[in-house]
């Protein structure tokens, strides 16, 4: 792995050197901006580090040329000149870092290490699709605020509030920020707290001994201890019972958990991330979320955009899902550029979760290796038919074939017609608030038993319906 050190003081740049040659890189020297320029149009280069005075000129505003250059490439700058307005002017050219002389030299070789491996997570330097294994793909202007930010916070334990709309992949910032962090070598443990029963969710966060409640047979480890030494990922945190909530500030105030039925507080090591799709300060207004909780978690907020926001993504978001999908089994595709163009064009409501369905869908049903514009459209013609225009004609034909196909005797027609049409409602309901029955209902306008008794009368598993989505 190749970096490029622009630095005229040969004594600061030895030391460079030697420190960036015994994390295993492969360091190329110059000292001036001339020189810069010549090796980046000659060569490629995991990461830059630069000074600012140069015998040639400043190599702050010569950072346009780097970006021309090699765009995606990360720029660590160093300086002499330790003022806010050096620092200000560094931070307004996107670099990844900072360094005011005299720095740390250790830490200045574990941020170039950091800048590669953030560099390499965004697909830098690849023309084909991006690595499975890497959890966030996209370079749109807006991801690169998200990346900088997750940069930021991998060198400590400070807690993550990850904000967005549903399916834009907070999960998978928790994970980036997990798997690129120092605690990388210890468990990632998600829980989904919308999804677990208001009566349960202390016992699954904080565990329970034996006979603490009836059915509680064995002591249970909850989520917090089994994250012990990694990352624990609090999804869906603005759905939260209120008394769980108390629970859990007292437990990132103290760093220790009681079991439920326990006596003893348990010591927990565990960096928290937590993320929710709403808005938590009219909620606090509300009464129905606490604010000292807020600011708990909202320690390094990381805002993700929606898909039709970074919609350059798209094609490298859409070859990543071919990709994924081929992994998994399904028949190896690849993506034509006016389909790319195509797919970029669509609104894209659910996000990157909608994306990564549909194109899961093309992988199975395309008859040809390569997905072109037609093929793409003909699918999404088949799923607005089966979905329902916004005009309601999709849904006067369902019901017109429903009667036409076998309706039931008289007299049952209503009742049967309700089962029929509750059932894709519920279940569209439920993935819309991802699993949350609370929510679901207050989207249908129920009551929340009523939700319960009919998921239980149509046989309706709410996580069953979310792995189908």
Known sequence: MSVLLVEDDATIAIVITTALEAEGFDVVR?????????????????????????????????????????????????????????????????????????????????????????????????????????????????????????????????????????????????????????????PFVAVNTAAIPAELIESELFGHEKGAFTGAVARHIGKFEQAGGGTLFLDEIGDMPMQAQTRLLRALQSGTVRRVGGREEVRVDVRIVAATNRDLEPMIAAGTFREDLFYRLNVVPITLPA??????????????????????????????????????????????RELRNFIYR??????????????????????????????????????????????????????????????????????????NQLRAAQLLGINRNTLRKRLHDLAIDPQESLRRS
């Not at 037609?374 to 038919?385: C, D, F, N, P, S």
Request: hydrophobic share 40%; charged share 25%; with cysteine.
């Open 30 to 186: 110059c000292d001036s901006i001339a020189a810069r320029d010549r090796l980046l149009q000659e060569r490629r280069f995991k990461a830059l580090v630069t000074d600012v005075m140069l015998t040639d000129g400043d190599g702050i505003e010569t950072i346009g040329t780097v970006r021309a250059l090699a765009p995606d490439m990360p720029v660590i700058i160093l300086s002499a000149q330790n003022t806010l307005d050096t620092a200000v002017r560094a931070s307004d050219t996107g670099a990844f870092e900072y360094f005011p002389k005299p720095f740390d030299i250790d830490e200045l070789a574990r941020t170039v290490r950091q800048a590669v491996g953030s560099a390499s997570a965004r697909g830098e330097g690849e023309d084909e699709a991006p690595s499975v294994g890497l959890p966030l793909v996209g370079r749109s202007a807006p991801m690169q605020v998200v990346y900088r930010m997750i940069t930021r916070v991998l060198r400590n334990d400070l807690t993550v509030l990850v904000l967005g709309e549903s399916g834009t992949g907070k999960e998978l910032v928790a994970e980036a920020i997990h798997q690129l962090g120092h605690r990388k070598d210890g």
């Open 362 to 435: 093309l992988a199975l049903l395309s008859r040809e290796d390569s997905i072109d514009s037609e093929t793409i459209a003909g699918l999404i013609a088949q799923t607005r038919r089966s979905e329902g225009d916004a005009d309601g004609a999709g849904i006067d034909t369902a019901v017109e074939h429903w009667w036409s196909s076998g309706r039931p005797p008289s007299g049952q027609v209503y009742d049967a017609a309700l089962a029929a049409f509750e059932r894709p409602l519920f279940i569209a309901a439920l993935r819309e608030t991802s699993g």
């Open 307 to 352: 898909l039709r926001e970074r919609a350059d993504d798209i094609p490298a978001l859409a070859r990543h899902f071919l990709t994924l999908a081929a992994a998994e089994g399904l028949p190896r595709r690849q993506l034509s550029d006016d389909g790319a163009a195509l797919l970029a064009r669509q609104p894209w409501r659910g996000n990157v």
